[in-house]
């Protein structure tokens, strides 16, 4: 078995079609992805269905999901140290028998003493780490109701196109390939339709942390213009938490509905 270190080894294991049923735009955009370790070569159902995929050993994602399990543990660790009663209403939850609660996309989410995550929901890495440097590192403040974008908070346009490569382009791609895309974010995940912002056709609100609201504005595909998709923070996001924890927020969201896609597909 061979094992793959490059994205253009990734790439002529691919069927290159260009198909978009991993949610990426392109072959070569699931190349790097699997570099990265944000997808794994299953993800690719054409590979998968010609049995392309066992043909190779791919290690980085093992080694990608053990650094974010190492991730979470630190910031466990660092959450064991808060008085969480205390943290309740800075981080708009609630201490509740001995946990930490707080509400994750219409969900209820329980924060124990020792900082692990419980919650009948999907807890998935991308969303679990955020949601710990929030109780870390959340802070008060009122929302503004002034939606921006990620690149004019503070710090965010240095990481701009990072955070459109890997959170808004899949978002975009999962929205194109799914009818039904918005509909459960509304039904699944407790998503607000919101008047229409910037023109958009479609405009929802999701609240993936208490007082962290996201809003995903869509422009279907319409003649020879490309389908567009763009994500908007309220305007104190950034006094209410770092750039970066923003960043894998929208990171882990994207990843995460991709994965329940993936498997309702
Ligand atoms: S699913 Fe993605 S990687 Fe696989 S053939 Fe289609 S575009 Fe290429």
Redesign the pocket.
């Known amino acids: 078995m061979s094992q793959l270190r490059t994205p253009l080894a990734v790439y002529r294991i691919?069927?290159?079609?260009?198909?978009?049923?991993?949610f990426?735009p392109?072959?070569l955009a699931?190349s790097a992805a699997v570099i990265r370790g944000d997808k794994r070569l299953e993800d690719?159902?054409?590979?998968q269905e010609s049995g392309g995929a066992g043909q190779v050993a791919d290690v980085r994602p093992k080694v990608r999901e053990t650094e974010l399990q190492e991730q979470i543990s630190l910031l466990q660790a660092r959450v064991s140290s808060l008085d969480l009663p205390l943290v309740a209403a800075r981080v708009g939850g609630e201490w509740c028998n001995g946990r930490l609660r707080l509400q994750v996309l219409g969900k209820m989410y329980e924060v124990g003493p020792d900082g692990r995550v419980t919650s009948a929901c999907h807890t998935h890495p991308g969303l679990v780490i955020p949601l710990l440097h929030y109780i870390l590192e959340g802070r008060e403040g009122e929302l503004t109701g002034d939606w921006v974008a990620f690149r004019e908070l503070k710090d965010g346009a240095a990481m701009n196109a990072l955070f459109v490569q890997r959170g808004e382009a899949p978002l975009k791609q999962l929205a194109d390939s799914q009818p039904e895309f918005f509909g459960d974010l509304v039904s699944i995940f407790s998503g607000r339709r919101a008047d229409a912002h910037l023109d958009a056709e479609i405009s929802l609100v999701l609240y993936p942390l208490p007082k962290l609201p996201v809003m995903i504005c869509y422009w279907p595909p319409e003649d020879d213009l490309d389908s567009k998709l763009t994500l908007l923070f309220d305007s104190s996001a950034d006094r209410r938490l770092g750039i970066r924890p923003i960043y894998s927020l929208a990171v882990g969201l994207a990843m995460m509905f991709e994965k329940i896609a993936r498997r309702h597909l």
């Open positions: 691919l069927p290159g079609t260009n198909c978009g049923r991993c990426l392109s072959c699931f690719c159902p054409p590979l």
